[in-house]
């Protein structure tokens, strides 16, 4: 067989050669991922408890009555076919006697929360101090669910993901007067942000 004939083979072949590279690409991903996912409910449990543990250890070194983690998520669409934006907290440790708040935060609209989103995307840090001090007529629904829950000082910094979108937020109460150290929570929260990234 010359060069001419091998050219002429291909010509006429040539799509078989793309079905058998299709199949063997496919095969090749079908592979990959049976092995990639393969362990991962072990490894994702794993990575909740190092992060539950995390909470209990950073509550108690900073004194804190309570530390949640919340994350966005998607729910269902609008007739607009928009995404209906919510928040749900993911993580929470409580101290003793403090109730806790995790069922009552679940697939809550992002709207509801409005003013104090708005401030957690321009800030490092949000933070609501003597909160019972508030005037009633305030119109926040984030300080007014913390004042009617006993929350004195309030402070949150954002999750970030690996592109450095964000996709949560670390928060800390405090029923009484404490105050925080700012920069050991920022250290915090870039932990716990990789955490919940690996």
């Known amino acids: 067989m010359d060069l001419a004939d091998l050219v002429k083979f291909l010509e006429n072949t040539w799509w078989l050669f793309g079905i058998i590279l299709y199949y063997i690409n496919n095969r090749i991903s079908k592979f990959r991922n049976k092995y990639k ?13 190092l992060i539950y543990e995390r909470l209990i250890k950073y509550r108690i070194d900073f004194n804190a009555s309570r530390i949640t983690i919340t994350q966005f998520h998607n729910g269902e669409k609008y007739y607009s076919n928009n995404s209906i934006l919510k928040m749900s907290i993911t993580h929470e440790s409580d101290d003793d006697g403090v109730s806790r708040v995790f ?8 709207s509801r929360y409005n003013k104090f989103i708005e401030i957690l995307l321009k800030e490092e ?3 609501y101090k003597k909160i019972s001090e508030l005037p009633s007529t ?3 629904d984030m300080l007014l669910d913390l004042k009617l829950r006993g929350t004195e000082n309030f402070y949150s910094i954002k999750l970030l993901s690996k592109s450095g979108n964000i996709i949560g937020f670390l928060s800390l109460c405090f029923i009484g007067d404490e105050e925080l150290d700012i920069d050991k929570f920022k250290e915090f929260g870039n932990i716990i942000g990789f955490s919940l990234r690996s």
């Open 37 to 49: 996912h393969e362990g991962q409910v072990e490894h994702d449990i794993k990575n909740l408890s």
């Open 103 to 110: 069922n009552d935060y679940q697939n809550i609209l992002v």
């Open 125 to 127: 840090i949000v933070q």
């Open 138 to 140: 305030y119109q926040d």
